[in-house]
């Protein structure tokens, strides 16, 4: 058992372990860097160190959007690289079993298209989508 | 016994004995026949034995154990110090330092050192029965038994007001742990001053090679009662008989003792009082100190619109404490280059005898202090410097002689401040650099062609050096003329924010000069607005700050220059590179004049917010690949701004 902060984009549920997250940050001012990749958002100060914002949105394919007061950041340490995403909410924290994971074969990338997702869980009739953070952060 | 505490410490002091080692042996290998050096090599070897064989590590203990064999041998004048002596010794020091890297690795001293111990005991060999039975004699109170060199020392130590002792120790039978015992005893001793001799030798009673009794030879200061004293402090010793041993003789001199002979041995065994501290320690304390200087730069901000005379004042005294906090933090973190410098001595000797040259180092301002930050990172740069040094620049004894130069060649490594800088030299007096050769190999390499080359200046020539993959040299050595070395060197120290020039004059040496600031971490910048978002630039990438027309932009060859006193200079509007949409025709131009080491370029911007105390901070491994930002930095109101690279710009 082991606990994960569900994020929501587009109205789909995607966990990130809970391990990884440093903080769930408000909305800020989000310092562009120039020449970055385009889903790079930029960089902020939180506490003291810079931190590079990436649009989860924009890594999962989806279009972008305006950023609202509503969205949040949140803080990943990651194999040492600290980095912020921005997700439309991050407010609940689910306990998943491990038993209840299906790893997705997916390797066409049909289902959960740039493969930024390795593993399905089930909840009820829910479905989260286990952001695979390696892949995400490279 | 959890060893992992002790591990930390045992690394740090392995290697400071182990370069302290190397030191020794240089000089050594200079002066042969110099007791007090021996006696320095002899007493590290001995330091990282014992401490290898209380932290369990077999190989490294062994090895050492040996080296001391051998080291006594000399001491004991048994054996002559050859270069094939020298050799040995040398290669056991790497061979230790190889395990201590192991050890910081891996944890283990797994390393083969069969052929090297065998090296030592064919040394050893024709001397070991001498020096068997020299160890298993027992001890007697008299003087037979204290060989020529133990008697020099202890002429030496009377003159300088020491007394000598035997004292016999018998440890009660009861005692479990006899080392243990015997090491607090010479532990204690060795506090009181210096044991000269003992019996059995401390190798057989550290390995418990002794029934219950040993007796010892020390030197030291304190009187008898004041030994007997400290040495019933411990526990489980059931006799000890401390006798002062006269020479008749040599207390007339102790009498005439002269005062400053008193001071030099106070100064050997002068201690500094200085701590150990963990660098993240201080790394951290840096951080709240630039978060401290944030703040307050966010204070004089809010200040600024709100006119009260007592806050103000308080809000400079506050500014003030923290420069001073500054300052203080910044020289905390200062170390000497010494810590760079020391290896070279030895890596000139080792290149110079592989390459058959006679050279000799001379190391000037090794206390220089510099940023840790720094120093970690100009090793390479200057060990790629003096590689070049030894390899193109010295000549060989032979063409030496023939132009009649001293047979042996001089590096002089030089360090001293300058400012707000730190400049390093490093200069031969060999051949210097070959204009010719540069030209003809440029043009080889397709760098330039010979018209190009026959319009630019000597120095622009040299600079041709630093391109990457160009080398002068002929034929690819083990050592340097690879390509890469002296680009590698420039990108290196302008990372740091520094600057590599060299000057040079055929058959008379070449300089390299290298310029470093004294921080990284706190620089003054300007600030300024391109669009709506704020950027800065280190001051020290700014020559001037001008305002042009927009009549004043010409075109070269399709590229916008501007005219700059007499120079033109290409123009770089910021804005496009940033890829910030224009915000409107300006016709008054404001253009910050960037330098690169001779080179000029003018850069638009929008506008000028002012100069600025700011703290760098690294963008991180994420945006690692951004090439024309150096770092960010944190703005009075808590936000980011970039620092441009300015180096990446033109």
Same mark, same amino acid.
């Given at each position: ?138 | ?11 740090? =002091?392995?290697? =400071?004995? $182990? ?57 004991? &004048? ?22 201590? @890297? ?19 005991? &064919?040394?050893?060999? @024709? ?43 018998? $440890? ?68 000890? $008989? ?55 730069? *966010? ?24 420069? &001073? %906090? ?19 001595? *030895? ?39 003096? *590689? ?70 000597? @120095? ?17 050595? @083990?050592?340097?003329? *690879? ?42 910048? %300007? ?23 927009? &009549? ?52 638009? $911007? ?45």
């Amino acid at each position: 058992m082991s606990l994960y902060i569900v994020t929501k984009v587009e109205d789909e549920d995607y966990a990130i372990e809970i391990d990884k997250v440093q903080s769930i940050e408000k909305i800020m001012k989000i310092t562009r860097v120039p020449k970055a990749k385009s889903y790079v958002e930029g960089v902020v100060n939180i506490r003291g160190d810079i931190i590079p914002i990436i649009s989860l949105r924009e890594k999962l394919g989806f279009n972008k959007n305006q950023l609202k007061d509503k969205n949040r950041i949140v803080i990943l340490k990651h194999d040492d690289i600290l980095i912020g995403i921005i997700v439309d909410s991050a407010n609940e924290i689910v306990e998943i079993d491990e038993k209840n994971l299906d790893v997705t074969e997916d390797n066409d990338n049909s289902i959960t298209g740039l493969n930024m997702v390795d593993k399905i869980c089930k909840i009820g009739n829910r479905i989260l989508l286990i952001v695979n953070l390696d892949k995400l952060i490279s | 016994m959890d060893n992992n505490q002790y591990l930390e410490m045992f690394l740090q =002091e392995s290697q =400071e004995h $182990i370069e302290s080692l190397n030191n020794n042996l240089l000089d050594l290998e200079k002066n042969s026949n110099d007791k007090h050096i021996i006696d320095e090599i002899f007493r590290s070897a001995h330091t990282i034995k014992g401490m290898a064989a209380t932290m369990g590590f077999g190989n490294m203990n062994k090895l050492s154990h040996k080296m001391e064999d051998l080291l006594q041998d000399i001491r004991n &004048n048994t054996i002559e110090v050859t270069d094939n002596v020298m050799e040995i010794l040398f290669k056991c020091v790497d061979t230790l330092s190889e395990m201590v @890297d192991l050890i910081t690795e891996k944890g283990d001293d797994t390393l083969n050192v069969e052929d090297l111990i065998n090296l030592l005991d &064919n040394i050893n060999s @024709d001397k070991n029965e001498i020096a068997a039975t020299n160890i298993k004699v027992t001890p007697t109170e008299t003087e037979q038994d204290i060989n020529i060199y133990e008697k020099d020392i202890i002429e030496e130590a009377l003159k300088q007001g020491y007394k000598s002792f035997r004292i016999k120790i018998v $440890i009660d039978k009861s005692c479990i742990m006899k080392s243990a015992r015997a090491f607090i005893i010479f532990n204690e001793l060795e506090k009181m001053g210096s044991i000269i001799y003992s019996s059995p030798s401390i190798e057989d009673i550290e390995d418990e090679k002794f029934e219950s009794e040993f007796s010892i030879h020390l030197l030291s200061k304190f009187d008898k009662e004041y030994i007997k004293e400290k040495l019933l402090s411990i526990s489980e010793l059931k006799e000890i $008989i401390i006798e002062e041993i006269l020479f008749p003789k040599e207390m007339s001199k102790v009498e005439k003792k002269e005062n400053n002979e008193i001071k030099n041995v106070q100064k050997n065994t002068k201690t500094t009082k200085t701590v150990r501290v963990d660098i993240e320690r201080l790394d951290n304390l840096m951080n709240l100190v630039s978060e401290l200087i944030i703040v307050k730069t *966010r204070l004089e901000d809010i200040e600024s619109d709100n006119k009260n005379s007592e806050k103000a004042a308080t809000i400079e005294y506050l500014e003030r404490i923290t420069t &001073n %906090l500054h300052d203080a933090v910044m020289k905390v973190r200062m170390v000497p280059v010494e810590r760079v410098f020391s290896r070279f001595p *030895r890596m000139v000797r080792d290149v110079s005898r592989e390459l058959n040259k006679k050279i000799t180092l001379n190391m000037y301002g090794e206390e220089t202090e510099v940023d840790r930050t720094i120093i970690d990172e100009i090793g390479d740069p200057l060990v790629h410097l003096i *590689r070049n040094s030894i390899d193109h620049g010295i000549e060989t004894p032979e063409e030496r002689i023939k132009i009649k130069k001293p047979e042996t060649g001089i590096i002089n490594l030089k360090a001293y401040h300058e400012g707000n800088n730190v400049i390093i030299e490093v200069s031969d007096d060999g051949a210097g650099i070959d204009l010719d050769k540069i030209k003809t190999k440029a043009i080889e390499k397709g760098f330039m062609s010979k018209e190009e080359l026959n319009q630019i200046s000597k @120095d622009k020539i040299i600079k041709i050096l630093f391109e990457p993959g160009f080398s002068t040299s002929d034929k690819i050595s @083990d050592i340097s003329g *690879r390509g890469v070395g002296l680009d590698v060197v420039k990108t290196k120290i302008e990372a740091l924010n520094g600057d590599v020039d060299v000057i040079t004059e055929k058959n008379k040496g070449t300089k390299f000069v290298i310029k470093l600031p004294l921080t990284l971490a706190i620089i003054q910048a %300007l600030l300024v607005k391109v669009g709506d978002e704020k950027y800065a630039f280190p001051l020290n990438s700014i020559s001037e700050v001008v305002h042009k027309n927009i &009549n004043e932009i010409h075109k070269v060859q399709g590229k916008e220059v501007i005219l700059y006193r007499g120079k033109v200079i290409p123009l770089i509007r910021l804005n496009e590179i940033l890829e910030i949409e224009n915000t409107g025709l300006n016709v008054d131009l404001i253009c910050v004049i960037l330098k690169k080491g001779e080179n000029l370029a003018a850069c638009i $911007i929008d506008e000028l917010i002012g100069q600025q105390e700011i703290v760098i901070k690294p963008l991180g491994k994420y945006l690692s690949n951004i090439k024309i930002v150096s770092g960010a930095t944190i703005l009075g109101d808590g936000q980011v701004a970039l620092i441009i690279d300015s180096n990446n710009l033109f």
